[in-house]
């Protein structure tokens, strides 16, 4: 069962420690690229004060962004901003979006996301939790995915596996942490084409998954052609 109080604390000490390590920064470093293709490090810290934002509306009932244009406009326009407004941003936001989940409500209701994608509402806070600890790895700026808590990790790599599951353009895998047949395991991709089994590290499969840090790139292949290539995010 879901425990959002469980996942918003989560969510808070995410973002505070994300804010500790950019609160040392300066505009310059603000300015460098991030770890994300074409967004600096502005770039990232924007979004995540919008995504706090959208998730608002979302429990609110409201549309997540009013469309794609607006919500890559406002990342756009809120990636040059200073560090000082960047980071008072980033708090205000926070605390908008810890209120809205501190308030009485349905957390057993269907709600709806992006691209017509729904979820159960206590799965919200989850869902931020992602964007915050995701995100503070694409800053490239000494957090990596071995540093996520361990929770976090098992918790993402089942729900990622669960959303390429039934995907045509993946091949059924089977991902085993380790190489031992009795180790956790999860299944993901389609049921066309030949079965791939990849083996590694809690973050190795995190990183092929998300398309984050190495990609997979050592994962072992343990039976199967070749490391598949998963669709983008």
């Known amino acids: 069962m879901i ?22 920064w300066d505009n310059a470093a603000l300015a460098q690229p991030s770890r994300l293709p074409g967004w600096t490090r502005g770039h990232v810290l924007a979004h995540l004060s919008r995504n706090a934002d959208a998730l608002v509306n979302v429990l609110q009932g409201l549309p997540m962004y009013k469309d794609a244009e607006t919500r890559d406009a406002d990342i756009e326009g809120g990636s040059a901003r200073p560090l000082d407004v960047q980071l ?11 209120a809205v989940c501190e308030e009485p409500a349905d957390w057993d209701r269907t709600v709806e996301l992006r691209n017509g994608v729904t979820d159960s509402a206590s799965r919200i806070p989850f869902r931020r939790w992602v964007e915050v600890a995701l995100h503070h790895v694409d800053l490239g700026a000494g957090y990596e995915l071995e540093d996520l808590p361990e929770e976090f990790v098992s918790r993402e790599i089942g729900f990622l596996a669960d ?21 956790p395991s999860w299944l993901t991709g389609g049921t066309e ?24 790139a050592h994962l072992a292949v343990l039976s199967g052609p070749a490391l598949p290539d998963l669709p983008a995010l």
């Open 88 to 98: 008072a941003d980033l708090r205000a936001t926070a605390d908008r979006f810890s």
């Open 163 to 183: 959303r390429w599951s039934g995907r045509p353009d993946v091949p059924p895998v089977t991902l085993r942490l380790g190489h031992d047949e009795d180790t």
């Open 193 to 216: 084409g030949e079965p791939v089994v990849l083996a590694g590290t809690a973050a190795e499969l995190l990183g092929w998954l998300a398309g984050r840090g190495d990609k997979g």
């Open 3 to 24: 425990d959002h109080v469980r996942d918003l604390a989560s969510v808070r000490e995410a973002t505070d420690r994300l804010i500790d390590a950019v609160s040392s």
